[in-house]
């Protein structure tokens, strides 16, 4: 059996054909947890990949080394998969043609993957609105960003044959509101379908999810108050916020509830796991508001009185993240962004501490916050500035448990908000149909 793993591994299985020259203009470029590559393709030729942890890979040597593993039939772009992020790999690629074996291997190209979010790309404007929602779903095909003067955007990410980055492409969807400016929008997992609100509490879905068409909920809301935030429990339960405490929610995504909770308006909202109330949705807002709900967003609780400050708060996001004692120890996290550089934190929604020396300038409003699956929370700013962190000690709620740097800035234009996608990367929009997106290796 070894045997034939080696020969199989080598490319040497086949008859009637022949092998073909490898190519020699491969390049691999490090992403999150995996390496794209990309090359000129000859007519009629199969190519195969050869990757292992380490150095000088070749066809014939791939099955002594660590992590050896073999893409056959490989088209360029290709993504290889299920790499450790801080390890060195090198890659190889053979070619053979009609069957045959595979010929030489192309000299040994290195990457090394890391966690996304310091470098970012500038996008094709999505229009010429200010884009002030960004989410993604739609089991995991596309982002939808949502804007002024009723912006609807389906966003699809490929990669470039020619540098093997990741960028997305809009396509403008069909805005069934006439005049109402959106102002979130949120992937409800539940029900496969994509949920935006806006101004006159306006709120509509996109049904269904892989197409283009938007459909004016027939609620029971009866608000005229601007929605700001919404967010979805996974189970079928909705939560949006918004001006002068405005709060709706919804059990079936078609009938809303609406409250008010005080006069402050409430800018974003997570559901997360609080380790004192179990599962609840928190609420944040101008003047450092901040709310918690337990009961599916029907009645709240005010904690502002504990928190720790009086700026506005723009957006929050929950998340698990990884103590720095154990790699595989999660601790869950409410994370909430604000003027002047204002970032809070909280593992139970009630009790929030201020993140200190975070590097942040007190000059610099967040708008947005997202955490990618491989736990790095990422904020983005009016100034354009884009800010990534992990945390770099056990306890969530220590004041200097929180490490920020700046991203490379590749914008000026104020980012409203942000996501994370199916790949371990992110994407940010804002002023004027502006976008950013990340998916590269630190």
Excluded: H
């Excluded at 101008?286 to 957006?315: F, N, P, Q």
Aim: contains cysteine.
């Amino acid at each position: 059996m070894a045997a034939v793993v080696a020969v199989l591994l080598a490319g040497c299985i086949g008859s009637g054909g022949s092998s073909a020259s490898p190519p020699n203009d491969v390049t691999v470029v490090a992403k999150d947890s995996r390496a794209v590559l990309t090359w000129t393709m000859a007519p009629g030729v199969d190519y195969w990949i050869f990757r292992a942890a380490g150095s000088g890979v070749t066809p014939e040597n791939c099955s002594s080394m660590a992590e050896c593993g073999t893409s056959v039939k490989a088209t360029s772009p290709a993504t290889v998969w299920g790499l450790s992020n801080g390890k060195s790999y090198s890659f190889s690629i053979n070619g053979r043609s009609g069957g045959g074996p595979g010929g030489a291997g192309s000299v040994a190209e290195y990457a090394t993957p890391g966690l996304a979010g310091k470098t970012w790309n500038v996008g094709t404007a999505a229009g010429t609105s200010d884009l002030r929602g960004v989410a993604y779903g739609a089991s995991g095909t596309k982002f939808v960003a949502v804007g002024m003067g009723g912006a609807l955007f389906s966003g699809t990410v490929s990669t470039s044959a020619s540098t093997g980055m990741g960028e997305v492409a809009w396509t403008s969807m069909t805005n069934p509101v006439t005049g109402t400016d959106f102002n979130a929008v949120n992937y409800d997992t539940y029900r496969a379908k994509f949920y935006s609100v806006g101004t006159g509490g306006v709120v509509i879905q996109n049904i269904p999810a892989s197409s283009t068409e938007w459909t004016q909920l027939t609620s029971t809301n009866n608000t005229t108050e601007a929605l700001y935030a919404i967010a979805s429990d996974g189970a079928g339960n909705l939560v949006a916020t918004g001006a002068s405490g405005r709060i709706i929610y919804s059990s079936d995504g078609t009938a809303w509830t609406k409250i008010a909770f005080g006069t402050s308006a409430l800018y974003g909202v997570a559901y997360g796991n609080s380790t004192t109330n179990g599962y609840v949705f928190v609420a944040v807002g101008a003047g450092g508001k901040i709310l918690w709900s337990d009961d599916k967003g029907a009645t709240w609780t005010d904690v502002t009185a504990a928190s720790v400050t009086s700026e506005d708060l723009k957006a929050v996001t929950y998340g698990g993240i990884n103590s720095a004692s154990s790699s595989t120890t999660s601790v869950g996290v409410f994370v909430a962004v604000g003027a002047n550089g204002t970032v809070l934190t909280s593992v139970d929604g009630v009790t929030w501490t201020r993140q200190t020396g975070t590097s942040i300038p007190s000059t610099t409003n967040l708008n947005g916050i997202a955490l990618s699956a491989s736990k790095r929370f990422v904020a983005v700013a009016d100034d354009g500035n884009v800010f990534y962190s992990g945390f770099s000690v056990t306890n969530a709620e220590s004041a200097t448990g929180m490490v920020w740097s700046s991203a490379t800035q590749a914008t000026t234009s104020p980012l409203y908000a942000v996501t994370t996608g199916g790949l371990n990367d992110y994407c940010s929009v804002g002023n004027g149909g502006s976008n950013l997106y990340a998916d590269l290796a630190d």
